[in-house]
């Protein structure tokens, strides 16, 4: 249940390369969608998708602390039923928790009746093991970042936001100098980063430790996704009204 096909995370590393490509320009064409924040600011935010992991999530949590930075955990509602006192830590640390779907299927390969009763199933898990009000749980990033037209219009009547992200290092596939290099060159104001928990290849604290002490410094100031969020409907007032 918690092996992943090398060639799906393969797909799902070159689909979200792809989509954020040029996220500043994605983010203007499709407003009723968060790629990124405020370009023009000195705001990054960080994201971890696939958790939570009995390993990773812990680990992560120690080098945020250190660091005194504020992330985001974007978790499948089947790895919270078996890790279920993770999302109190989470919570309880300050960070921010997401959904990226009750299992790791596309939206689009899901029955829209069935992919909403799961997804709020795991907002009501994130809810219950995080403390949370189940209301203010509202994004949600899909995985392999597939996301079509329809499917936004339906996230937002049923009262969620879709998220995607504007720099995605597929880690788990190059050695960690690598995909640190990439982050930390690439890195600017607005940008949400995208790493994964539970995957193969370097661990992913030992990942985020190595870029945060090259991007601590530059004066980036970590927002979670709400942050990022709130600035977003500032500028796109309106985007994610349901219609
Ligand atoms: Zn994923």
Same mark, same amino acid.
């Given at each position: 249940m918690h092996s992943m096909h090398p060639i799906v995370k393969l797909v799902e590393g070159y689909a979200a390369t792809i989509l954020s490509s040029a996220p500043l320009a994605?983010? %203007?064409?499709?407003?009723?969608?968060l790629w990124m924040?405020?370009?023009?600011?000195? $705001?990054l935010a960080l994201s971890f998708d696939d958790g939570p992991h009995p %390993?990773?999530?812990p680990a992560l949590l120690e080098v945020l602390a250190r660091y005194e930075v504020q992330a985001t955990f974007s978790w499948l509602g089947e790895r919270v039923e078996a890790w279920p006192d993770l999302a109190a830590r989470v919570v309880g640390a300050g960070h921010q928790l997401m959904i990226h779907g009750y299992r790791h299927r596309s939206f689009l390969l899901e029955h829209p009746t069935e992919l909403r009763a799961m997804l709020d199933r795991t907002r009501a898990l994130l809810a219950r093991h995080g403390g949370l009000d189940p209301e203010r749980i509202r994004s949600v990033r899909p995985p392999f970042g597939h996301l079509s037209g329809g499917l936004v219009r339906k996230l937002l009547a049923w009262g969620y936001r879709p998220v995607l992200g504007s720099l995605v290092p597929i880690?788990?596939?190059?050695?960690q100098t690598v995909a640190v290099r990439q982050v930390v060159q690439q890195a600017r104001g607005g940008d949400l980063i995208v790493?994964? $928990?539970a995957l193969g290849g370097p661990p992913v604290a030992g990942l985020t430790d190595a870029m945060l002490a090259?991007?601590?410094p530059r004066g980036f100031r970590f927002v979670s996704v709400e942050a990022l969020w709130q600035a977003h409907d500032r500028v796109f007032p309106g985007a994610t009204e349901p219609r």
């Open positions: 994605a983010q %203007r064409r499709t407003p009723a969608i924040g405020d370009p023009g600011s000195r $705001e %390993r990773d999530t880690h788990w596939l190059i050695p790493l994964h $928990e090259r991007l601590a």
